[in-house]
């Protein structure tokens, strides 16, 4: 793989470069509620010191996610598949069997308590793991995600060029630490994203690897993920995050 570039100077891991994170897969598809229960014992834990810090790779079965900023107008099919009222940040988006879900919790005061910062890096990592499969994922100031741009598509009407999500970032903080995270389309089904106006965006699509003529395995994505959290936030070892 490619050595990664980090895009900004987020610097996420300068306060304690010796503190490690435990790195856990999931091997069957987790329920939302569950996860969503699971992680705020953690954040809990890490806040009181009790446990380390964690990210947690999953898949969920098909759902719908509405964050904090979600409009209900922006559910077109609400009886398509169950819809579940988060806290993260963020509008609507889909969850479902082929997208790595990345639940990051992380303690910022002992990294570095700066939310732009935090989003900045997670950015990064979702960039330079993109880097690694020569996918070139770039930022967008008025949108949040990941987006490749898809000149071989119809141009706008304006005559922008289009462009496609390819991985979402929505989080939250209780007591400065993050839970919720961020997730990367491998092979979804993305005829679910119709049911739904994802993050509010009208203008452009939803995209994945596989989509783009790239038939990554989960696995070797993992792998990519893990090296380029190491050099965006520090180093992991692997262990039980969750029980």
Same mark, same amino acid.
């Given at each position: ?23 856990? *897969? ?9 996860? *969503? ?5 953690? *954040? ?20 719908? @996610?509405?964050? @904090? ?44 308590? %700066? ?10 990592? #979702? #960039?330079?793991?993109?880097? !690694? ?10 949108? *949040? ?18 462009? !496609?999500?390819?991985?979402? #970032? ?31 965006? @009208? ?7 596989? %989509? ?23 180093? @992991? ?7």
């Amino acid at each position: 793989m490619k050595t990664p570039r980090n895009r900004i100077n987020s610097n996420m891991h300068s306060v304690d470069k010796t503190a490690c994170v435990e790195w856990i *897969v999931a091997q069957e598809p987790v329920g939302y509620e569950y996860a *969503v229960e699971a992680m705020e014992r953690r *954040v809990e834990d890490i806040a009181k010191g009790a446990a380390a810090e964690c990210v947690w790779l999953l898949e969920h079965p098909p759902l719908y @996610t509405a964050g @904090t900023s979600a409009k209900n107008s922006d559910l077109l099919s609400a009886e398509s598949l169950p819809v579940f009222k988060t806290g993260r940040g963020g509008e609507h988006t889909y969850h479902g069997p082929g997208q790595r879900v990345a639940y990051v919790m992380l303690n910022l005061k002992r990294r570095n308590p %700066d939310v732009r910062a935090f989003v900045g890096a997670l950015e990064n990592w #979702i #960039i330079a793991t993109l880097d !690694d499969f020569n996918i070139k994922g770039e930022r967008r100031e008025d949108r *949040v995600g990941v987006w490749v741009k898809r000149p071989e598509k119809q141009p706008l009407a304006d005559g922008r060029l289009r462009e !496609d999500k390819i991985a979402a #970032i929505g989080i939250r903080l209780r007591r400065w630490v993050s839970f919720h995270g961020i997730s990367i389309n491998v092979e979804p089904n993305l005829q679910h994203y119709e049911g739904i106006v994802p993050c509010g965006i @009208t203008d452009h699509g939803v995209t994945s690897l596989v %989509d783009l003529g790239l038939p990554v395995s989960m696995e070797h994505l993992d792998l990519a993920l893990l090296q380029n959290f190491n050099n965006v936030f520090g180093n @992991t070892k692997p262990g039980n995050c969750v029980s």
